[in-house]
């Protein structure tokens, strides 16, 4: 799950990561009265989305008092913020991070990853910081130094003193470089975070450490162990068939194609987009019905897959392991029926009661097109695309 930066912000304060002073608004009204409370010299409103790329779409102003905050604020809310992460389609601006401006001297790059080839985290860091770190993985992969974390026992002090060293940070800056190491990593640890990075940590003129600008992610799965981060969930900067999906403990992903996918696991959902591109087709979107396919979960797919106006074919591939076939054949044509399904079908059915299964489809009366296999499946929904 993504947060906000403010939100992550607050979560990295609670374990010592230095930030700037600031609060979010939500109005222009709060906007001036935050800038207020903070009484310096110079502001900065962040556009709070889900996004990078900010700064170069607009997203960043500078300002020079609260009343001026106020007058920037009116124009950034409700804007459309595009950047290379948000797709042409952008993000509505619907919130601001107010905070103090801070004096940089340098520019730099900390984040905390799992990397699973080594089945280890890793910290990553580099003198590069500020710019996307992907374009400086790209570039100059020798900018970004990396440390191995053993999960069993831990990150340890010399490991921040390594990376402290690594990126100039000596002499009376390398006590607090250090501890802000190592509360990140805690960080990371304390609340399930599956990415957590600083882009720029900074250093200041008057030689201070910050958090300039912070992302984490949280692993989805500790959700549960955390209430008080489920409630930062912003459903506003997710895409809305996505969230629908999610209430039926549905794995829905929208994809740009123009053929919906109903599958039953994960690994066969993606075999199933595979050979759509293969026969010459896009998906829609990735669909994982879960290994319990009932009447429900087939009706409630159905629903969300055709909600997409960019699907002109559904190709329902379902593996009766844990399921038996005939059930879900049962499933589909309720489905249908209660839907209302105005595009082409296509129905594959293998694994327990697959003949059964078939059977009941022939004879339902319904205008849909069964394969035996996958191949065929597949080719059965590229010509259905053609006669729409």
């Known amino acids: 799950m993504k947060i906000h930066e403010y939100q992550a912000k607050e979560i990295l304060a609670r374990h010592g990561v230095p930030i700037q002073k600031g609060k979010v608004a939500f109005t222009p009204d709060e906007v001036e009265k935050v800038a207020r409370e903070l009484n310096v010299d110079k502001l ?49 601006v619907r919130r601001l991070l107010i905070t103090e401006a801070a004096d940089i001297e340098r520019e730099l790059y900390v984040g905390i990853v799992l990397d699973r080839a080594k089945s280890q985290l890793v910290y990553m860091v580099s003198t590069e910081g500020g710019v996307e770190i992907e374009k400086v993985a790209a570039e100059t992969p020798e900018k970004i130094l990396k440390e191995y974390i053993d999960p069993a026992v831990g990150m340890q002090a010399f490991q921040a003193r390594k990376i402290a060293f690594a990126l100039g940070l000596k002499g009376a800056l390398l006590r607090p470089a250090v501890k802000t190491f190592m509360a990140l ?20 003129k008057d030689n201070q450490i910050l958090a300039l600008d912070v992302k984490i992610n949280i692993d989805d799965n500790a959700l549960y162990r955390h209430p008080e981060i ?5 459903l506003d900067e997710e895409e ?13 992903i929208k994809l740009d194609g123009d053929v919906g996918c109903m599958v039953n696991g994960a690994g066969l959902a993606m075999a199933t987009m595979d050979i759509i591109k293969l026969a010459g087709a896009e998906p829609a979107n990735f669909l994982d019905v879960g290994g319990g396919a009932s009447v429900e979960t087939v009706e409630n797919g159905f629903r969300i897959i055709l909600s997409d106006k960019n699907v002109k074919a559904v190709l329902v591939n379902i593996f009766g392991g844990i399921v038996r076939c005939d059930r879900v054949a049962n499933g589909i ?44 499946a597949a080719q059965k929904v590229v010509e259905a695309l053609k006669t729409k």
């Open 240 to 252: 809305p068939h996505e969230v629908e999906a999610s209430k039926y403990h549905l794995n829905y």
């Open 333 to 376: 044509i309720e489905a249908t029926k209660n839907v209302g399904v105005d595009v082409p079908v296509v129905v594959r059915l293998a694994g327990t009661n697959a003949d059964i299964a078939a059977d009941i489809l022939e004879k339902s009366g319904l205008d849909l097109l069964v394969a035996n296999d996958l191949s065929e």
């Open 44 to 92: 900065v409103l962040k556009a709070q989305v889900h996004a990078g790329g900010r700064g170069k779409a607009g997203g960043i102003k500078l300002v020079n008092s609260a009343e001026e905050a106020k007058t920037v604020s009116e124009k950034m809310f409700g804007m459309k913020l595009v950047t290379h992460q948000t797709g042409a389609e952008g993000k509505i």
């Open 185 to 204: 990593y805690d960080a990371f640890i304390a609340n399930d975070c599956s990415l957590a990075e600083i882009n720029p940590l900074v250093v200041t």
């Open 230 to 234: 489920q409630e930062m969930r912003d």
